[in-house]
């Protein structure tokens, strides 16, 4: 703040998107809220946390590790208690408004506080926080282990659960009950099940069937457990109550061989391209589509950047972009190959973090489960 002159900052989040839409906020309060909130952040002096409604204080207050917390007044515009708190640290710098992350949700104010202090005066200051959340600290790292650990637990408890005959919807409640008895929260529950020999999917469902689970069916799953926003993620197949045919035995394999490989290569101030060409290279050769991304940052805001797909021709299903940056120590990121062929589909994935010399997983090694 200092560096760039800014005097305050003001945070904004809400729950678009579960708690990742409020990742900046929480980053530098602890606290969540369930509608919104903003944070009136001073280089001098001390924070100062709106929630949204008066009655949820005796809660944010608990979570919080501010001492300046109050809830909005009812019916009246917040624009009118944000404005005197924010001149009140404003002195010859400037504001700086940082919005939800990967702007899901726009500083709902924008204009009318540039209207009050001027466009030079108020300033946009989100990628200055996403620079600074994207090395985790050892303090960081270690919740992130809490939330790697629950979803470890939970897709355990999930492989041993279940039933042939069980459909999709009483699968997630299993995750659901799962994590919630170790006070974890879930997140991320996607799941399907597919014949293996006929296959109709080749990513995991984000809302699910009421399709059974039948023997000799492929199980397609993604997961992420979070304590208090610090969340893992994993992707594991799985077969009920048979080998996987040949063809997912292989798919499973490939998948396999480039998570490894990008673990492997993957390090501090490695150019993201040169992961890039490894999978082009790799896809290439094996006639392979990657449908998801193949890696990701990952934060209290989620996905973040940046994202590695192959970048040649007809390589990624989905287009998206591919910015030129370079991996730091610190980092954390999804390593989840999500390799395409014809109609079937393998992921397997981990949290992992980067190292000196390679990435180090907060995960158990991936594998294809045999259940039943």
Same mark, same amino acid.
């Given at each position: 703040?200092?560096?760039?002159?800014?005097?305050?900052?003001?945070?904004?989040?809400?729950?678009?998107?579960?708690?990742?839409?409020?990742?900046?906020?929480?980053?530098?309060?602890?606290?969540?809220?369930?509608?919104?909130?903003?944070?009136?952040?001073?280089?001098?002096?001390?924070?100062?946390?709106?929630?949204?409604?008066?009655?949820?204080?005796?809660?944010?207050?608990?979570?919080?590790?501010?001492?300046?917390?109050?809830?909005?007044?009812?019916?009246?515009?917040?624009?009118?208690?944000?404005?005197?708190?924010?001149?009140?640290?404003?002195?010859? !710098?400037?504001? +700086?408004? /940082?919005?939800? %992350? =990967?702007?899901?949700?726009?500083? $709902?104010?924008? #204009?009318?506080?540039?209207?009050?202090?001027?466009?030079?005066?108020?300033?946009?200051?989100?990628?200055?926080?996403?620079?600074?959340?994207?090395?985790?600290?050892?303090?960081?790292?270690?919740?992130?282990?809490?939330?790697?650990?629950?979803?470890?637990?939970?897709?355990?408890?999930?492989?041993?659960?279940?039933?042939?005959?069980?459909?999709?919807?009483?699968?997630?409640?299993?995750?659901?009950?799962?994590?919630?008895?170790?006070?974890?929260?879930?997140?991320?529950?996607?799941?399907?099940?597919?014949?293996?020999?006929?296959?109709?999917?080749?990513?995991?469902?984000?809302?699910?069937?009421?399709?059974?689970?039948?023997?000799?069916?492929?199980?397609?799953?993604?997961?992420?457990?979070?304590?208090? !926003?610090?969340? +893992?993620? /994993?992707?594991? %197949? =799985?077969?009920?109550?048979?080998? $996987?045919?040949? #063809?997912?035995?292989?798919?499973?394999?490939?998948?396999?061989?480039?998570?490894?490989?990008?673990?492997?290569?993957?390090?501090?101030?490695?150019?993201?391209?040169?992961?890039?060409?490894?999978?082009?290279?790799?896809?290439?050769?094996?006639?392979?589509?990657?449908?998801?991304?193949?890696?990701?940052?990952?934060?209290?805001?989620?996905?973040?950047?940046?994202?590695?797909?192959?970048?040649?021709?007809?390589?990624?299903?989905?287009?998206?972009?591919?910015?030129?940056?370079?991996?730091?120590?610190?980092?954390?990121?999804?390593?989840?190959?999500?390799?395409?062929?014809?109609?079937?589909?393998?992921?397997?994935?981990?949290?992992?973090?980067?190292?000196?010399?390679?990435?180090?997983?907060?995960?158990?090694?991936?594998?294809?489960?045999?259940?039943?």
């Amino acid at each position: 703040m200092e560096r760039d002159g800014i005097d305050v900052l003001l945070c904004y989040g809400d729950s678009t998107s579960d708690l990742q839409s409020e990742a900046n906020v929480a980053y530098l309060s602890n606290c969540y809220d369930i509608y919104y909130e903003f944070l009136i952040f001073p280089r001098a002096g001390e924070p100062h946390l709106l929630i949204s409604n008066p009655l949820y204080l005796p809660n944010a207050k608990e979570m919080a590790i501010l001492d300046q917390i109050e809830g909005l007044p009812r019916g009246k515009d917040p624009f009118e208690t944000i404005v005197p708190l924010v001149g009140e640290f404003l002195g010859n !710098g400037k504001i +700086g408004i /940082v919005h939800s %992350p =990967a702007l899901k949700s726009p500083f $709902p104010y924008l #204009e009318r506080l540039q209207s009050k202090f001027g466009t030079s005066i108020v300033v946009d200051c989100t990628r200055m926080m996403s620079e600074l959340m994207s090395t985790k600290s050892s303090e960081e790292v270690e919740w992130f282990k809490k939330g790697a650990a629950l979803t470890e637990y939970t897709i355990d408890a999930l492989f041993s659960r279940l039933k042939i005959g069980m459909n999709e919807s009483q699968a997630v409640g299993i995750l659901a009950e799962a994590s919630s008895s170790r006070e974890g929260r879930l997140s991320v529950g996607f799941l399907g099940f597919t014949p293996s020999q006929n296959p109709e999917i080749i990513f995991p469902r984000q809302f699910q069937s009421s399709r059974i689970l039948n023997r000799g069916d492929l199980i397609l799953t993604e997961l992420s457990v979070g304590y208090h !926003g610090y969340y +893992g993620q /994993v992707q594991r %197949p =799985a077969m009920m109550n048979t080998s $996987p045919p040949k #063809e997912y035995a292989e798919l499973y394999d490939e998948s396999s061989s480039v998570y490894h490989h990008l673990v492997d290569l993957i390090r501090d101030d490695l150019d993201c391209d040169i992961a890039r060409t490894y999978l082009n290279k790799k896809l290439s050769e094996k006639g392979l589509q990657a449908f998801d991304v193949v890696v990701h940052g990952w934060g209290l805001q989620g996905v973040t950047e940046p994202l590695v797909d192959p970048t040649d021709r007809g390589l990624s299903m989905i287009k998206r972009p591919q910015k030129k940056l370079r991996f730091k120590e610190g980092m954390l990121l999804v390593i989840q190959p999500n390799l395409v062929k014809g109609k079937r589909g393998i992921q397997v994935g981990n949290l992992v973090q980067v190292g000196k010399r390679r990435c180090h997983s907060l995960q158990k090694d991936i594998g294809f489960n045999m259940l039943g």
